[in-house]
């Protein structure tokens, strides 16, 4: 079974520019979440969906971060414009039920 | 709000010694717990989870934690450890509520094998 995949893996920009992250989760898996990973700190939340709905954007900084999920299987998170504390690993993540399987994450580095 | 609390930042351990890193949740309604492992560069492995019945849990790798309410805590063991655990090791619980179910991560212990 296919895992949950992610592009870019890497992605350098300036500040100010914008960027966008792709997920693709496991086939069949209705939920899908977005998590932060600054360096040193565990994953933190950004936005739940469950097929092609939000359940959760309470953590997601919206002035500057958008999310979709279209046709309830992949996703887009975008952030626009970036700024330097956006450096972070972005990890996508999906369920069936209540365990989470993480992608490999797309690691972003803001100048 | 819901908070994990992990008060080991880095811990080293000889090669074929005992392990065990400490969790603690915030108090709440009946917590799901887990704790994922992480190598550098990789995504985020489960290594076990505890969601109802018997406190001891086993997982993958030979690793297993047991959760204690009185305590709040859910701590990971491996009674020997191998120069191939050396990761970082996070823990981490959900609240399942209005469908709301993200996790909310300690900040990871860092483990170290000593040869």
């Known amino acids: 079974e296919a895992g949950v995949a992610q592009s870019p893996r890497y992605k350098i920009i300036e500040k100010r520019q914008s960027v966008a992250f792709w997920c693709n989760p496991i086939?069949?898996?209705?939920?899908l979440y977005w998590y932060q990973q600054i360096l040193g700190q565990g994953p933190k939340l950004l936005i739940q969906?469950?097929?092609?709905?939000?359940?959760?954007d309470s953590q997601l900084p919206k002035d500057r971060f958008s999310a979709e999920r279209l046709k309830g299987v992949d996703s887009t998170l975008k952030i626009q414009p970036a700024k330097l504390e956006d450096s972070a690993v972005y990890l996508c993540?999906?369920?069936?039920?209540?365990?989470?399987?993480f992608g490999p994450g797309t690691r972003l580095t803001v100048l | 709000a819901q908070s994990v609390t992990q008060p080991d930042i880095h811990i080293t351990v000889s090669e074929g010694a005992s392990l065990e890193l400490r969790c603690n949740y915030s108090?709440?309604?009946?917590?799901?717990l887990f704790w994922y492992v992480q190598s550098p560069g990789q995504g985020l492995q489960l290594l076990l989870k505890?969601?109802?019945?018997?406190?001891l849990v086993q997982g993958i790798k030979g690793f297993e934690a047991e959760f204690k309410r009185s305590q709040s805590s859910f701590n990971l063991r491996k009674p020997s450890v191998h120069w191939s655990d050396a990761a970082e090791y996070f823990c981490?619980?959900?609240?399942?509520?209005?469908?709301?179910?993200?996790?909310?991560f300690g900040k990871g212990t860092h483990l170290i094998i000593q040869p």
């Open positions: 993540a999906s369920s069936l039920g209540r365990e989470q399987f």
């Open positions: 969906f469950q097929n092609n709905g939000v359940v959760d």
């Open positions: 505890y969601f109802s019945g018997d406190t």
């Open positions: 108090y709440g309604a009946t917590p799901y």
């Open positions: 086939s069949g898996h209705a939920t």
């Open positions: 981490a619980v959900m609240y399942s509520g209005g469908g709301a179910d993200g996790l909310t």
